[in-house]
T-cell receptor, first 113, second 114 residues
Protein backbone atom coordinates (compact mmCIF):
# COMPACT_ATOMS: atom_id res chain seq x y z
CA UNK A 1 0.00 0.00 0.00
CA UNK A 2 1.65 3.17 -1.21
CA UNK A 3 1.97 5.83 1.45
CA UNK A 4 1.66 9.41 0.28
CA UNK A 5 3.09 12.62 1.68
CA UNK A 6 1.84 16.06 0.68
CA UNK A 7 2.07 19.49 2.28
CA UNK A 8 -0.53 20.24 4.92
CA UNK A 9 -1.31 23.71 3.62
CA UNK A 10 -0.44 26.23 0.92
CA UNK A 11 -1.31 29.82 0.15
CA UNK A 12 -1.49 31.41 -3.26
CA UNK A 13 -2.63 34.70 -4.75
CA UNK A 14 -5.40 34.78 -7.28
CA UNK A 15 -4.25 34.35 -10.85
CA UNK A 16 -1.13 32.41 -9.99
CA UNK A 17 -0.33 28.86 -10.95
CA UNK A 18 -0.31 26.47 -8.00
CA UNK A 19 1.69 23.27 -7.89
CA UNK A 20 1.01 20.70 -5.18
CA UNK A 21 3.51 17.87 -4.98
CA UNK A 22 2.78 14.44 -3.56
CA UNK A 23 5.50 11.95 -2.65
CA UNK A 24 4.84 8.24 -3.01
CA UNK A 25 8.18 6.48 -2.85
CA UNK A 26 6.82 2.95 -2.70
CA UNK A 27 4.35 3.22 -5.56
CA UNK A 28 3.66 -0.16 -7.15
CA UNK A 29 3.73 -1.03 -10.81
CA UNK A 30 -0.05 -1.20 -11.17
CA UNK A 31 -0.77 1.90 -9.09
CA UNK A 32 -2.39 4.99 -10.55
CA UNK A 33 -2.23 8.49 -9.09
CA UNK A 34 -5.54 10.21 -8.50
CA UNK A 35 -6.33 13.66 -7.14
CA UNK A 36 -9.54 14.76 -5.48
CA UNK A 37 -10.74 18.20 -4.41
CA UNK A 38 -12.97 18.84 -1.41
CA UNK A 39 -14.77 22.05 -0.52
CA UNK A 40 -15.93 22.59 3.07
CA UNK A 41 -18.92 20.46 3.99
CA UNK A 42 -19.00 18.81 0.58
CA UNK A 43 -17.90 15.42 -0.65
CA UNK A 44 -14.62 15.08 -2.52
CA UNK A 45 -14.68 15.56 -6.26
CA UNK A 46 -12.47 13.75 -8.78
CA UNK A 47 -10.02 16.10 -10.50
CA UNK A 48 -7.52 14.08 -12.48
CA UNK A 49 -5.83 10.72 -12.72
CA UNK A 50 -2.64 9.51 -14.35
CA UNK A 51 -0.09 6.74 -14.59
CA UNK A 52 2.98 8.39 -16.08
CA UNK A 53 4.24 11.53 -17.84
CA UNK A 54 1.63 14.25 -18.15
CA UNK A 55 -2.13 14.33 -18.10
CA UNK A 56 -4.18 17.43 -18.72
CA UNK A 57 -7.88 18.12 -18.55
CA UNK A 58 -10.02 21.23 -18.39
CA UNK A 59 -9.35 21.69 -14.68
CA UNK A 60 -5.74 20.74 -14.01
CA UNK A 61 -2.55 19.07 -15.15
CA UNK A 62 -0.78 16.17 -13.54
CA UNK A 63 2.96 15.74 -13.96
CA UNK A 64 4.51 12.37 -13.15
CA UNK A 65 8.28 11.87 -13.53
CA UNK A 66 9.72 8.71 -14.98
CA UNK A 67 10.43 7.10 -11.60
CA UNK A 68 6.82 7.80 -10.50
CA UNK A 69 7.94 8.39 -6.90
CA UNK A 70 6.19 11.73 -6.87
CA UNK A 71 3.56 13.64 -8.77
CA UNK A 72 2.58 17.27 -9.08
CA UNK A 73 -0.92 18.63 -9.45
CA UNK A 74 -0.87 21.92 -11.30
CA UNK A 75 -3.78 24.35 -11.11
CA UNK A 76 -3.45 27.17 -13.65
CA UNK A 77 -4.42 30.71 -12.65
CA UNK A 78 -6.26 29.87 -9.44
CA UNK A 79 -9.27 31.82 -8.28
CA UNK A 80 -10.86 32.18 -4.87
CA UNK A 81 -13.19 29.30 -5.72
CA UNK A 82 -10.20 26.96 -5.87
CA UNK A 83 -9.79 27.28 -2.10
CA UNK A 84 -10.24 23.68 -0.98
CA UNK A 85 -8.48 20.60 0.31
CA UNK A 86 -6.68 18.52 -2.29
CA UNK A 87 -6.06 14.81 -1.78
CA UNK A 88 -3.48 12.67 -3.52
CA UNK A 89 -4.34 8.98 -3.74
CA UNK A 90 -2.14 6.19 -5.00
CA UNK A 91 -3.45 2.73 -5.69
CA UNK A 92 -4.48 0.15 -8.21
CA UNK A 93 -8.00 1.33 -8.88
CA UNK A 94 -8.55 -1.57 -11.22
CA UNK A 95 -8.84 -4.01 -8.36
CA UNK A 96 -10.89 -2.30 -5.69
CA UNK A 97 -8.13 0.09 -4.80
CA UNK A 98 -10.41 2.49 -3.00
CA UNK A 99 -10.79 -0.06 -0.23
CA UNK A 100 -7.13 0.30 0.51
CA UNK A 101 -6.19 3.90 -0.19
CA UNK A 102 -6.42 6.53 2.49
CA UNK A 103 -7.43 10.10 1.78
CA UNK A 104 -5.31 11.45 4.63
CA UNK A 105 -5.74 15.08 5.60
CA UNK A 106 -4.78 16.40 2.18
CA UNK A 107 -3.36 19.81 1.31
CA UNK A 108 -5.43 22.79 2.32
CA UNK A 109 -5.06 25.42 -0.42
CA UNK A 110 -6.01 28.97 0.51
CA UNK A 111 -6.31 31.39 -2.40
CA UNK A 112 -5.81 35.00 -1.39
CA UNK A 113 -7.35 37.97 -3.25
CA UNK B 1 -24.03 17.59 -8.74
CA UNK B 2 -22.41 14.15 -8.58
CA UNK B 3 -25.66 12.24 -8.99
CA UNK B 4 -25.26 10.61 -5.58
CA UNK B 5 -27.90 11.59 -3.04
CA UNK B 6 -27.78 11.33 0.72
CA UNK B 7 -30.46 11.89 3.31
CA UNK B 8 -30.84 13.47 5.72
CA UNK B 9 -28.52 16.42 5.24
CA UNK B 10 -28.33 17.12 8.95
CA UNK B 11 -29.13 14.98 11.96
CA UNK B 12 -29.01 15.89 15.63
CA UNK B 13 -29.52 13.21 18.19
CA UNK B 14 -28.59 12.19 21.71
CA UNK B 15 -26.06 9.73 23.02
CA UNK B 16 -27.27 6.17 23.12
CA UNK B 17 -29.63 6.63 20.21
CA UNK B 18 -29.68 4.90 16.84
CA UNK B 19 -29.83 6.58 13.43
CA UNK B 20 -30.00 5.47 9.82
CA UNK B 21 -28.29 7.32 7.00
CA UNK B 22 -29.39 6.72 3.44
CA UNK B 23 -27.52 6.86 0.17
CA UNK B 24 -28.66 6.47 -3.41
CA UNK B 25 -25.85 5.88 -5.90
CA UNK B 26 -25.62 7.26 -9.42
CA UNK B 27 -27.78 5.46 -11.90
CA UNK B 28 -25.99 2.33 -13.03
CA UNK B 29 -23.31 2.33 -10.33
CA UNK B 30 -23.21 -0.94 -8.42
CA UNK B 31 -20.65 -0.03 -5.80
CA UNK B 32 -21.29 2.07 -2.70
CA UNK B 33 -18.67 3.19 -0.21
CA UNK B 34 -19.23 4.79 3.20
CA UNK B 35 -16.77 7.20 4.80
CA UNK B 36 -16.59 9.10 8.07
CA UNK B 37 -14.95 12.50 8.31
CA UNK B 38 -14.48 14.03 11.73
CA UNK B 39 -13.51 17.64 12.26
CA UNK B 40 -10.20 18.38 10.55
CA UNK B 41 -9.67 14.71 9.83
CA UNK B 42 -9.27 12.89 6.58
CA UNK B 43 -11.89 10.58 5.24
CA UNK B 44 -11.94 7.24 7.00
CA UNK B 45 -13.14 4.34 4.88
CA UNK B 46 -15.87 2.40 6.69
CA UNK B 47 -17.34 -0.19 4.35
CA UNK B 48 -18.02 -1.00 0.71
CA UNK B 49 -20.91 -2.82 -0.93
CA UNK B 50 -21.06 -4.09 -4.47
CA UNK B 51 -24.36 -5.14 -6.01
CA UNK B 52 -25.87 -5.95 -2.66
CA UNK B 53 -22.94 -7.75 -1.11
CA UNK B 54 -20.34 -6.53 1.33
CA UNK B 55 -17.06 -6.19 -0.53
CA UNK B 56 -14.66 -4.68 1.99
CA UNK B 57 -14.53 -3.40 5.54
CA UNK B 58 -12.42 -0.60 6.84
CA UNK B 59 -12.37 1.08 10.23
CA UNK B 60 -16.02 0.43 10.97
CA UNK B 61 -17.08 0.05 14.58
CA UNK B 62 -19.16 -2.93 15.68
CA UNK B 63 -21.92 -0.47 16.64
CA UNK B 64 -22.17 0.48 12.98
CA UNK B 65 -23.64 -1.65 10.21
CA UNK B 66 -24.66 -1.17 6.64
CA UNK B 67 -26.54 -2.86 3.86
CA UNK B 68 -27.25 -2.41 0.19
CA UNK B 69 -30.70 -3.15 -1.11
CA UNK B 70 -31.81 -4.69 -4.44
CA UNK B 71 -32.46 -1.23 -5.86
CA UNK B 72 -28.80 -0.48 -4.95
CA UNK B 73 -29.49 2.22 -2.40
CA UNK B 74 -27.57 1.75 0.82
CA UNK B 75 -28.16 2.50 4.47
CA UNK B 76 -25.63 3.01 7.23
CA UNK B 77 -26.95 2.26 10.70
CA UNK B 78 -25.25 3.82 13.70
CA UNK B 79 -26.31 2.60 17.13
CA UNK B 80 -25.48 3.34 20.76
CA UNK B 81 -24.25 6.69 19.59
CA UNK B 82 -21.42 8.43 21.40
CA UNK B 83 -20.27 12.03 21.30
CA UNK B 84 -17.28 10.98 19.23
CA UNK B 85 -19.54 9.73 16.46
CA UNK B 86 -20.33 13.32 15.54
CA UNK B 87 -18.95 13.71 12.04
CA UNK B 88 -19.74 14.07 8.37
CA UNK B 89 -20.71 10.79 6.77
CA UNK B 90 -20.22 10.49 3.04
CA UNK B 91 -21.20 7.83 0.65
CA UNK B 92 -19.72 7.41 -2.79
CA UNK B 93 -20.62 5.30 -5.75
CA UNK B 94 -18.08 4.36 -8.35
CA UNK B 95 -17.68 3.68 -12.03
CA UNK B 96 -14.90 2.28 -14.18
CA UNK B 97 -13.35 4.16 -17.05
CA UNK B 98 -10.39 2.86 -19.06
CA UNK B 99 -9.85 0.19 -16.42
CA UNK B 100 -9.70 2.56 -13.49
CA UNK B 101 -12.34 3.20 -10.83
CA UNK B 102 -13.52 6.73 -10.08
CA UNK B 103 -15.59 7.63 -7.05
CA UNK B 104 -18.49 10.08 -7.03
CA UNK B 105 -19.32 11.43 -3.60
CA UNK B 106 -22.65 12.50 -2.21
CA UNK B 107 -23.16 15.78 -0.31
CA UNK B 108 -22.84 14.04 3.03
CA UNK B 109 -24.90 13.77 6.21
CA UNK B 110 -23.73 15.88 9.13
CA UNK B 111 -24.39 14.02 12.37
CA UNK B 112 -24.27 15.78 15.70
CA UNK B 113 -24.53 13.68 18.84
CA UNK B 114 -25.35 15.66 21.97
Amino acid sequence: LAKTTQPISMDSYEGQEVNITCSHNNIATNDYITWYQQFPSQGPRFIIQGYKTKVTNEVASLFIPADRKSSTLSLPRVSLSDTAVYYCLVGDMNSGGYQKVTFGIGTKLQVIP
Amino acid sequence: DSGVTQTPKHLITATGQRVTLRCSPRSGDLSVYWYQQSLDQGLQFLIQYYNGEERAKGNILERFSAQQFPDLHSELNLSSLELGDSALYFCASSAFSRGQETQYFGPGTRLLVL
